[in-house]
C-alpha cells in the first residue's frame, strides 16, 4: 500500500511540471556564419489561449571570436503588433580562464535560456518570432544553429 501512495506522489508532482510544447524549431547557419543584415524568422500557432515561456538556444564552436553574444529579438502577433522586444547577452566562454558555458564537448556547445514570459498568448492566432545578431561583425563566425522553444506555463 505505501508503495502505491509513492507511485501515485510521483506521478502527480511529474504531471504538475509538465509544460505542454507548442513549437520547436531550429535554423542551422551555412558555414557557420550568420550574417548582421539576416533576420531568422520562426512562425509559431497557438491552440489555446496560454501563458508561454519563450527559449532560445544557441549552438557555437570554439572558433567563435568573443567570450559574450548579443541578440536581439521580437515577438509579433498576427497584425504585425509588437508584443515583446528585447536585447539579450548570453555569456558564451568563462570571463576568467576562457572554458565554454553550456553543455557539450570537443568543439560544439550548446546554450539554452529562457528569455521571455508571455502572459497569455491567443487562442488560433499566429505569430513571428524575428532573432538577429547584435553584434558588430557583419560576418559573426562560430554560431552554428539557433534553436526556439515555445512551451505553456
Not at 489561449?49 to 529579438?73: A, E, R
Not at 528585447?86 to 566562454?93: G, P, S
Request: aromatic share 16%; net charge neutral; charged share 20%.
Amino acid at each position: 500500500m505505501k508503495n502505491i501512495i509513492v507511485i501515485i506522489f510521483i506521478s502527480l508532482v511529474s504531471l504538475s511540471c509538465y509544460k505542454e510544447n507548442i513549437y520547436t524549431n531550429y535554423y542551422s547557419f551555412k558555414d557557420q556564419i550568420w550574417y548582421s543584415d539576416s533576420s531568422i524568422v520562426f512562425n509559431f500557432n497557438s491552440n489555446e489561449s496560454t501563458n508561454i515561456n519563450l527559449n532560445l538556444g544557441i549552438s557555437y564552436t570554439n572558433d567563435y571570436p568573443y567570450q559574450n553574444f548579443y541578440t536581439s529579438y521580437s515577438l509579433l502577433d498576427s497584425s504585425k503588433n509588437i508584443i515583446k522586444s528585447e536585447m539579450l547577452e548570453f555569456q558564451l566562454f568563462e570571463k576568467k580562464y576562457g572554458y565554454p558555458i553550456g553543455s557539450g564537448i570537443f568543439k560544439n556547445f550548446f546554450l539554452d535560456s529562457l528569455i521571455a514570459n508571455i502572459d497569455p498568448i491567443n487562442k488560433n492566432s499566429e505569430y513571428i518570432l524575428l532573432v538577429k545578431h547584435s553584434m558588430r561583425d557583419k560576418e559573426l563566425i562560430g554560431i552554428s544553429r539557433l534553436a526556439v522553444d515555445v512551451t505553456s506555463k
